[in-house]
């Protein structure tokens, strides 16, 4: 969101956090699926043509399905995008030794996601994965700057390096990932890229809009923002004031 505000700035934009029901990460298909539906049906209800799965578990285990099964019944002139397809798209570009690092949530990794899309563009590049399933709870108990932190982040790094040595580029592949940036230096051996998605999503949403103009003219552009969240409103607040680099105000909505 801060990413895509900061690149489209002109746009209105409305953020739901189902924090109620999150982390998604070690949730199964049907039930990540059922809860990522329940949010495309909010949003749609809100008047948004266009959606954007933030979430990559939820663009993992949710998405396709939506796409093919859902949207024709729910509003086939809206779109629900996701976050893996446009980082797999160009991750090819970033490695030299062909040879790309995944650090992402259980769910994601399980379902493979980055593996399969990453081959359909750069078919030559190797993907090792490893999950972090104690990162986003770092994180959302405000412990991912703190001492605690380190052994887990020392420990997924060295698991995946111990996968291939030949890693020369690490995508975070989850959202709270990025917070997490100052333990990863520390960590990550030199000379290794360490990838967030914020600004490669965004980038590859204004192309979007340019590429479907369709689209792009039913986006009102009023500059607004709206935050809304299925939990404590003052938890939510403080959290995403720390993701969005500014104080916001969230109000509660039940699914």
């Known amino acids: ?22 982390p998604y990460g070690n949730r199964s298909f049907d039930t990540v699926y059922r809860y990522t539906l329940e949010c495309v049906k ?41 976050v893996i397809r446009p980082t797999s798209e160009i991750m090819g570009n970033f490695t030299k030794s062909g040879s790309i690092g995944i650090l992402a949530t259980n769910g994601t990794v399980q379902s493979g996601s980055y593996a399969i899309e990453i081959n359909k563009f750069a078919p030559d590049v190797k993907v090792v994965q490893e999950a972090c399933p104690m990162w986003v709870p770092l994180v959302e108990n405000n412990e991912y700057d703190k001492q605690g ?10 698991n995946l390096m111990a996968k291939d040595g030949d890693i020369d580029t690490i995508l975070l592949a989850c959202t709270h990932y990025p917070l997490l940036m100052d333990k990863l230096v ?32 039913r986006c009102t552009k009023k500059g607004s923002r709206s935050f ?22 969230a109000r509660n909505v039940e699914l």
């Open 149 to 158: 932190a380190d052994y887990f982040v020392r420990k997924n790094i060295e």
């Open 186 to 217: 520390k960590y990550v051996p030199q000379g290794i890229r360490i990838l967030s998605q914020g600004e490669i999503v965004a980038e590859s949403l204004a192309k979007y809009l340019v590429n479907h103009p369709e689209m792009e003219v």
């Open 1 to 22: 969101m801060k990413e895509i505000v900061r690149r489209l700035p002109s746009y209105d934009f409305i953020y739901m956090g189902d924090n109620a029901r999150a």
């Open 228 to 249: 809304y969240t299925t939990d404590s409103e003052e938890d939510f607040n403080n959290h995403a004031a720390i993701f969005f680099g500014e104080q916001v105000k």
């Open 42 to 82: 909010w949003f749609f209800e809100q008047g948004c043509p266009l959606v954007i799965l933030a979430c990559n578990t939820a663009s993992a285990k949710a998405l396709r399905t939506i796409q093919q099964n859902d949207l024709e019944k729910l509003n086939p002139a809206n779109r629900v995008l996701g």
